[in-house]
């Protein structure tokens, strides 16, 4: 009998640490793209010394080319290849080190976008203060919105459509297939790993890690974060509000939740 986690591998190009400690999972832009620069050196560092003990995973709005592209570029920061991404905000799961997607978990996706851009995009052309993203999108479309002349009805004819439309940053308007999104995806992707939920943290900064945060694991709100997820705090209740921005956040997060002793030398 092969294992779901074993299936899971089998997809993923590079090995999966055999018994993490901690399964940290974290936006990018704003959370581990953010903060000092001292910080975010020596939390990269830390990362690549714990690549046995601490299963890494991006889970971010950029889609693969943009990943591909900062891994290179972030290079003097000394930023590696987590071990997966979550891409797309959730619509995609990829290898961290190929950036391939991992088929087991990108087909239940795939399938409930079949049919969805017919017909959305033809609600979405020319509608005010819309322009769409330039990039791959994959199993989701992505606009730039502009909040002073965006049509708000025009919410409730794309969601009639089975979608869920997420709002982010104050600019973007992601159109997602119905109840997938970064919290949906990040539980189906740690039912195929096979974990502890009590080794997960999250971190995240924006309204589109809201999710994340409402999966009831740990998380942990940077203290860069945008006011309208700070709104929400309250009722996240395992959700711990950072006072350090981005790496400094997160070092900070884990130790609330009770990381130290891993966090050595960082
Ligand atoms: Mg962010």
């Known amino acids: 009998m092969v294992s779901q986690r074993q299936r899971l591998q089998q997809q993923v190009a590079a090995p999966l640490p055999q018994n993490p400690q901690l399964v940290l999972v974290t936006d990018l832009d704003g959370t581990l793209l953010g903060g000092s620069t001292a910080w975010r050196r020596r939390f990269y560092a830390w990362l690549q010394r714990n690549r046995e003990q601490v299963l890494h995973v991006f889970c971010t709005g950029r889609d693969l080319p943009s990943i591909a592209r900062l891994l ?13 991404v979550i891409g797309d905000v959730g619509c995609t799961v990829a290898c961290g080190q190929s950036l391939e997607p991992v088929p087991l978990a990108v087909e239940p996706i795939e399938a409930r976008w079949q049919g969805k851009p017919e017909r959305l995009l033809p609600l979405l052309e020319g509608a005010a203060g819309l322009s769409p993203q330039p990039l791959t999108a994959d199993r989701r479309l992505a606009y ?3 909040p002073e002349c965006f049509e708000p009805d025009l919410v409730t004819a794309l969601e009639a459509h089975g ?17 997938v999104n970064k919290g949906s995806t990040l539980l189906a992707l740690l039912e195929l790993l096979e974990v502890d939920p009590s080794r997960v943290v999250t971190a995240g900064d924006t309204l589109n890690d809201l999710a994340m945060f409402e999966t009831g694991l740990a998380g942990v709100m940077v203290g860069n974060a945008e006011a309208a997820l700070l709104v929400e705090l309250p009722r996240l209740t395992r959700t711990y509000l ?11 997060g884990l130790q609330h939740f009770g990381f130290g002793p891993l966090l050595a030398g960082c």
Not at 164 to 179: E, H, I, K, T, V
Not at 242 to 252: M, Y
Request: proline fraction near 5%.
């Open 72 to 84: 290179q570029d972030d290079a003097d920061h000394g930023l590696a290849a987590p071990h997966l």
């Open 144 to 146: 730039y919105y502009d």
């Open 163 to 179: 979608v869920d439309c997420l709002f982010s940053d104050n600019r973007y308007l992601d159109l997602l297939p119905a109840g």
């Open 242 to 252: 950072a006072r350090g921005h981005g790496c400094e956040g997160i070092v900070e």
